[in-house]
């Protein structure tokens, strides 16, 4: 267990600065934003900042904090929304964007390997002149190692899988200060335990991950975009629903409310229709785009979708991603001074209408305002609660309606996060899904890895 002095936390910065120099910041701005992500809570900032800009160096600052038993907390880019990052018990952070490298670009094996603080759109970046693409899309321009730590996923998992799927090799500062190394470029070993599987969603409780390995993808021959307007949320799940089951390979399936239309057309300046709408992207030969397409725009005729718009040059297929990636700051900005409690449950697909359905009619009867977007193609969707902060009622009343809404999730044999991960804000929440005994099995393996508890405490589960 911790127990760190301010006598001992005060030659622990000093050492720090005495190791990394001005990469060691006290400052009071510097510390405040590596205190705070999209999430709800109020907590105070680290104590100090490292900026890290190779693994020596977070192994260094790893073995510092290990030696005074403070606590250690990674920072990539500050996307995370459930409170990932905050430093509940104290300590340092140690931020990895400055190793923000693409190490090895491997084309023949369709790999990658980078630093931690590269983010998904650097990535990209570096290499589509190969003819190469790395699919997971979270939204935010998340950096690697952040995506890692809570086994991200988003728009283009209903085809591609999630960093579960495609992280094949990392490089670990654990606890103590050692580098290990977990997987090889290989697609597939049976060689002991799965340590990367293990510290993919581990959110920085069990170790520091400096540098991965991922798996790429050949860009598409063609891609097209289209959006559909339908009569209502139903509608427009049912069908969803049908693409999945017919097996149409559908490479992005995302539904948006009529909230957050109304505010995205504000935000980004467009004219999207304001009625429940499906933003579809197919990924293939012409041929096979053209055949997915038509399969699609029939099902949806049947739900009673009209409206289908295609987007198939570059320049309109971003807009609308761009569009319906900002959807979170669009629905921000439409309630000046809110904060924001967000959601983020995954159902079996036959189970999405009946959750969704029962979520919109409870968010409508609480009175607060609110947005919906889903990656409906594999179950999952989010709701944001836009809250006065001053508002005890509104804070209380939204939190309830989160937890009404994992307890229907669950019930239908769901998850409480399907791409966010636990941070502060599901912990009772995963001990409701997994049960006793297996919150305790994961509590046993971070007393193994971590027996002081330095490692991003607080998070997931309680000690």
Not at 139 to 168: H, K, Q
Not at 198 to 223: C, D, F, H, N, Q
Request: aromatic share 6%.
């Amino acid at each position: 267990m911790l127990r760190v002095t301010p006598e001992s936390l005060d030659t622990l910065v000093k050492a720090l600065k005495s190791h990394f120099g001005d990469r060691c910041s006290t400052a009071l701005a510097v510390r405040e934003q590596h205190g705070k992500d999209e999430s709800i809570f109020d907590v105070p900032p680290p104590s100090a900042v490292v900026f890290a800009e190779s693994t020596k160096d977070v192994a260094a600052a790893v073995q510092m904090a290990a030696k005074h038993q403070t606590p250690v907390i990674p920072f990539g880019t500050g996307s995370s929304l459930e409170g990932h990052l905050l430093a509940v018990q104290g300590g340092i952070s140690i931020d990895v964007s400055r190793m923000n490298k693409v190490l090895s670009i491997n084309a023949e094996d369709l790999t990658v390997t980078v630093q931690a603080g590269v983010t998904r759109k650097a990535v990209n970046e570096a290499i589509k002149n190969e003819g190469l693409f790395f699919p997971i899309d979270p939204g935010a321009d998340a950096s690697i190692g952040g995506m890692v730590a809570t086994r991200a996923s988003g728009t283009n998992a209903v085809r591609y899988g999630t960093m579960r799927e495609n992280v094949l090799a990392l490089e670990v500062v654990t606890a103590s200060g050692e580098i290990i190394r977990t997987g090889t470029r290989a697609k597939k070993s049976s060689a002991g335990y799965d340590l990367t599987r293990l510290m993919v969603g581990s959110e920085g409780t069990l170790g520091v991950v400096t540098e991965i390995t991922l798996k790429l993808y050949p860009l598409p021959e063609a891609i097209s975009a289209a959006v559909c307007s339908f009569p209502s949320i139903e509608a427009a799940v049912r069908t969803t629903i049908q693409i999945i089951q017919v097996g149409i390979p559908i490479a992005r399936v995302e539904l948006i409310d009529a909230n957050s239309i109304r505010a995205v057309n504000a935000y980004s300046k467009l004219d999207l229709n304001p009625s429940p709408m499906l933003l579809m992207e197919f990924h293939g030969s012409p041929a096979s785009v053209k055949e997915q397409a038509e399969l699609v725009q029939d099902i949806a005729t049947e739900f009673g979708g009209t409206a289908f718009n295609w987007a198939s040059t570059p320049e309109a297929r971003t807009k609308l991603w761009t569009a319906r990636h900002n959807a979170y700051f669009a629905a921000v900005q439409s309630r000046p001074g809110c904060r924001v409690i967000t959601t983020d449950t995954c159902v079996p697909i036959s189970r999405l209408a009946d959750c969704l359905l029962e979520t919109i009619y409870e968010a409508d009867a609480s009175g607060i305002p609110y947005f919906l977007v889903g990656h409906v193609g594999d179950g999952n969707f989010h709701v944001g609660y836009l809250i006065d902060p001053a508002s005890k009622l509104e804070h209380d009343t939204a939190e309830a309606l989160n937890h009404q809404l994992v307890k229907r999730a669950l019930a239908m044999d769901g998850t409480c996060t399907g791409e966010h991960g636990v941070g502060l804000h599901k912990m009772g929440f995963l001990v409701e899904e997994a049960g006793t005994g297996a919150v305790q099995m994961m509590r046993n393996i971070k007393h193994a890895l971590d027996p002081d508890n330095i490692m991003n405490p607080g998070k997931i589960f309680t000690w």
